[in-house]
């Protein structure tokens, strides 16, 4: 029997736009290599937050000082996942964490390209002590349920996508999880790969299995068939294809949870996997099981 997600009392808005959190800086730091360009650049970034509880999977609004340059206008309020787990980096329940990337926009009316974004790159350039607003925690779907205890979970990621799965994994283990979670991972380089030493950490944890789709460095998808990619990049669902001996008996449980986080592009790929995955297993329409049954959680831009 298919077991949806129990849900367990998620707190939202405690801090809003119209009572704002006033935060602190309190650590910023670089996770990619200092040689990859400005659009590589993703900081970890640790803000005080008394007050606020929150769980991995939701998210925070951040509305950074000053007036927007272009409309003169203050600016406006943006969310960034959580990338901590629940008692925060410093375990004391007074951090929240997040993971932004430097974001770079083309304006195709005026034809200028490579614009800044606002808040991506004010997030970037903050400095410890650097003080500014945030409001939140908002999201309710994203979570982890109050019994994933021995659920198997398969959590799927591109890019900053993988912030929630960093607080998730601290509080499941933490927690005595005792299902087994696979965390497949996509980025563009070996040295773009975020938290990569924080998940080599749990390797020796027999339920916990890692596994890195990296783009740009020259590995060819080998079943451009099964699973086509363009120009035949190494994504995520390749991975899912080429593990599903791990992964099916995962995907045959009643009760397992998949997660996606991060770029929309990998939702239709990753659905179409697990439906071919699910064809082997004799249930070509497994995706759509799963997420008639609330099994398949997604949080993708
Ligand atoms: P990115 O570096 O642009 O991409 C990450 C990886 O995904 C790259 O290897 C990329 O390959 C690959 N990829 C591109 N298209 C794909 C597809 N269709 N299927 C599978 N993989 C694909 O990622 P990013 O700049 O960090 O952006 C992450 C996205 O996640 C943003 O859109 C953000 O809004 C969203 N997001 C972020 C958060 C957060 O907390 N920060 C939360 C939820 C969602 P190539 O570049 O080589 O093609």
């Not at 990619?32 to 650049?41: G, I, L």
């Not at 965390?183 to 790969?193: K, M, N, P």
């Amino acid at each position: 029997m298919a077991q949806p997600a129990t849900q367990r009392e998620i707190l939202c808005n405690l801090f809003k736009s119209t009572n704002p959190l006033r935060t602190d800086v309190l650590e910023t730091r670089r996770l990619t290599s200092p040689r990859r360009p400005p659009n590589n650049d993703a900081r970890h970034i640790v803000l005080s937050s008394p007050g606020l509880s929150y769980l991995p999977g939701q998210s925070i609004g951040v509305l950074p000082e000053g007036f927007d340059a272009r409309s003169g206008k203050p600016q406006q309020l943006r969310l960034y996942s959580v990338s901590s787990a629940t008692k925060g980096d410093y375990g004391d329940s007074k951090t929240v964490s997040t993971v932004v990337v430097r974001h770079f926009w083309d304006n195709e009316e005026t034809g200028e390209t490579s614009i800044p974004g606002v808040c991506s790159n004010y997030l970037c350039d903050c400095e410890v002590g650097d003080r500014f607003q945030i409001t939140g925690p908002v999201g309710k779907r994203f979570v982890l349920p109050a019994d994933f205890h021995q659920r198997d979970l398969i959590f799927v990621a591109t890019g900053t996508g993988i912030a929630p799965y960093r607080g998730m994994l601290e509080d499941m283990f933490a927690q005595g999880y005792e299902g087994k979670v696979f965390l497949i991972f996509g980025v563009q380089y070996a040295d773009t790969i975020l938290y990569d030493d924080e998940f080599q950490s749990y390797q020796d944890r027999p339920n916990f299995r890692y596994i890195t789709a990296l783009s740009r460095e020259g590995e060819r998808n080998p079943f451009p068939d099964d699973v086509p990619t363009p120009r035949e990049k190494m994504y995520v669902q390749v991975r899912i294809w080429q593990h599903r001996e791990e992964i099916g008996p995962s995907l045959e449980k009643p009760d397992t949870l998949v997660y996606q986080c991060g770029l929309k592009g990998m939702e239709k790929g990753v659905f179409q996997v697990i439906d071919k995955i699910g064809t082997e297993m004799a249930e070509p329409d497994l995706s759509l099981r799963m997420k008639a049954e609330g099994r398949m959680l997604l949080e993708v831009y």
